[in-house]
């Protein structure tokens, strides 16, 4: 696929284009609620946005791991990953399917 | 924490706009995400992650209850990549648990 690549910018326009907000508080109120998701996240808590997804922060135990250039085992510390899991209709909207059930 | 309680938060800090229009934003953001994804693009947030889409081939499956054949047509997934500067924050504190599984949140929502 070639498409082009979204950033913060358009969230700001879409948010300047739908709600009656200056840019600059377009813009302030994006990163608000990236940062309120993001601290959340940090403090491992779950965050769902129901119909689009939701980000789970999970643990993960130690293992060994392998450098694949060299072959040389690693141990690979434990650490907390982030997942998301897209929300059916989500994945029904990616697929151009009609949303049926809401979740 | 969940979509109503996000709006919640963010109308909080801005006593100056209605509940509604906390709510809007927040699915404009959503809805872009969205969007771009349909049309196959990416989405790029700096200090959180990126979405991408990734097709998944045709392929044939099994009904796990009845053991019968299903053809499973080609589609696509989204999938989400934590970006550094989450992957950092995500460990700021060391790892307690003996890994595997779901972390407890800590203490207050």
Redesign the interface.
């Known amino acids: 696929m070639t498409g082009r690549t979204v950033t913060r910018a358009d969230l700001c326009e879409a948010v300047y284009q739908k709600v009656g907000l200056s840019r600059t508080e377009s813009a302030e109120l994006v990163e608000q609620v990236l940062r309120e998701m993001c601290d959340c996240l940090a403090r491992g808590e779950t965050v769902k946005l129901s119909s689009f997804g939701s980000f789970v922060v999970r643990e993960k135990g130690e293992r060994i791991g392998r450098n694949p250039k060299t072959g040389v085992e690693v141990p690979i510390e434990p650490r907390r990953v982030m997942v998301f899991k897209p929300s059916n209709v989500l994945k029904a909207r990616i697929n151009g399917e009609a949303v049926t059930a809401e979740d | 924490?969940?979509?109503s309680e996000?709006v919640q938060?963010?109308a909080e800090?801005?006593p100056h706009l209605y509940q509604r229009?906390?709510e809007?934003?927040?699915s404009?953001?959503?809805?872009?995400?969205?969007q771009?994804?349909?049309?196959?693009?990416?989405?790029?947030?700096?200090?959180?992650?990126a979405?991408s889409?990734k097709?998944r081939d045709a392929r044939v499956g099994r009904n796990p209850r009845t053991g019968e054949s299903v053809e499973v047509e080609q589609?696509?997934?989204?999938?989400?990549k934590?970006g550094k500067e989450?992957?950092v924050?995500?460990?700021?504190s060391p790892?307690t648990?003996?890994?595997?599984?779901?972390?407890?949140?800590?203490a207050q929502?």
Request: hydrophobic fraction near 45%; aromatic fraction near 6%.
């Open positions: 924490m969940i979509k996000l938060r963010i800090y801005n229009d906390v809007n934003i927040v404009a953001i959503l809805d872009e995400i969205t771009a994804l349909s049309r196959g693009d990416r989405v790029e947030l700096r200090g959180f992650g979405f889409v097709t589609k696509a997934v989204p999938v989400f934590t989450m992957r924050r995500l460990n700021q790892v648990g003996k890994g595997k599984g779901k972390v407890k949140a800590a929502g």
